[in-house]
């Protein structure tokens, strides 16, 4: 069996999602091919680039903007069909590649991937099993196209808007959650891991997500809260922000905060400090907040631009799962949450119960059997 996952460089989430299945496969199932594909950078670098700046521009500079256009793109607009139409124009430019690795199933981990397939099926070009998986925690008309054998969802409740205001029936709708990579829900010990990073494992502890605010509200938030938070300890994480880096480290240590305070770049071991966390202060990314779900960790929202984040924000604080922090009194808010250990265990609790496990191995499960039944159970 042969699977493509086409993917996108629009932020982290589909790639970490795609990267998620393709380990997993490779895993549970060696004699299948598996291929992780960027579509935008195989259609050409002024698509990927007007694409993937576009948005990153959108969201971070003019995320008013990028929001009106996110909900407007969400009903059957001129400006949603000129999307549409603006994609399916760049199908072809994916046949090379699909015709080369011969696949018997994709899946997309991007909207404008599945409209690109959906026209290849419609026109008899391509004649794969298609999966379109949703990286966020509601759904968005840019997903909805024919020619789809499944759509996996991140959680079961977002199946009504499916059906009700899309018209995609029941039968192909699979709540299977959004994959991430085993090192997240595996058994670790805690204890190891804090005296390995020199932490106090009965101190609470705060995780602060760092790299995407910015370096000035970045210093007085957590000014502010190590202000407040003498007897709790923070790992503060700035990913490749350098300058961030540089000045929190000179704050930490005017502060006298080296004790209670590790200050990390950029990691490859964010699970481990996930783990051993009481909180998570972060935006509300996809598979930021379904990593935090796997680890139990409740999320206290620093920000969320208008669209798939301020959706994300609100499944979360509906379900109990997160606080939303206000610029005044965020920092109050932190410290009142974690010594109300009760409230915080509720919310952990809340945490496992919404983490849908294994998948990525259920995702790949699915494609097994769509293309079983298609070709009477010979495929393997």
Known sequence: MKIIIFTASTGGGHKRAAAAIESKIKAVSP??????IDAMKTIGKVYDKTVCDGYHFMATKIPKVYGKFYK???????????VMQSNTMMSAKLLDTINEYKPDAIIMCHPFVTT???KLRRQHKIDVKAISLITDYDAHRTYIVPYVDAYVLAEPDMATKLIDEYGVDESIIYPLGIPIFDRFTEPFDKKAICEREGLDPNKPTILLMAGSFGVTS???FYKALAQRASEMQFIVITGRNIKLFANLEKLVEEMGMQDNTKLLYFVKNVEDYMHISDLIVTKPGGL???ESLACSLPMAIYSA??????DNAEFLLNKGAAIMLQKKTGADDIVNLVKNTEKLEEMKAKCRELHRPDSAEKIFRLAQKLC?????????
Do not use: H
């Open 372 to 380: 079983n039944e298609s070709d009477g159970g010979n495929n393997k």
């Open 305 to 310: 631009f208008p669209g798939q984040e301020r």
């Open 288 to 290: 930021t907040v379904t």
């Open 31 to 36: 004699d299948t091919k598996v291929k992780v």
């Open 72 to 82: 407007i793109t969400d009903r059957r607009t001129l400006m949603y069909k000129a």
């Open 116 to 118: 690109m397939i959906s």
């Open 218 to 220: 970045v210093l007085s």
